[in-house]
């Protein structure tokens, strides 16, 4: 004697259900916001620069799965000349293209420690 519980839908079997509605949940956008992200120093001894603020809110727009696999790192790039204080952008790294990145804020303040 079978219980109610020994039945499978059909869909689920012969995986149309997979099948018809698969790009639909591939294709959902999805926006998800990563506060407070530390911000890295690259092309330098980032312990010798002060950076301010040390820490960006990052926010990704892009398809669920795509938006689930992205592990975001914002940085700044200086090059070893350089010395003075100055404003610089951010850039991301580890996320997969057509991901939209906005970032908060976009540019930050780079100055030798003292």
């Known amino acids: ?3 109610g519980f020994d039945w499978v839908p059909h869909c689920l079997k012969d ?21 407070n992200l530390p911000l890295v120093v690259r092309g330098v ?10 820490q960006v809110d990052v926010t990704l727009t892009g ?21 003075k204080p100055r404003e610089i952008d ?7 293209p057509g991901i939209g990145i906005k970032l908060s804020p976009e540019r930050v303040k780079v100055e030798p420690a003292k």
């Open 45 to 54: 001894d980032g312990s010798k620069w002060q950076v301010s603020p040390a």
């Open 90 to 96: 951010v850039t991301v790294d580890g996320v997969p």
């Open 63 to 83: 398809t669920l799965l795509a938006v689930e696999k992205a592990k975001p790192v914002p940085f700044v790039k200086l090059a070893p000349g350089d010395t």
């Open 1 to 3: 004697m079978a219980s």
């Open 15 to 35: 995986r149309s259900f997979h099948r018809l509605y698969a790009s639909t949940i591939d294709e959902k956008l999805e926006s998800r916001k990563l506060p």
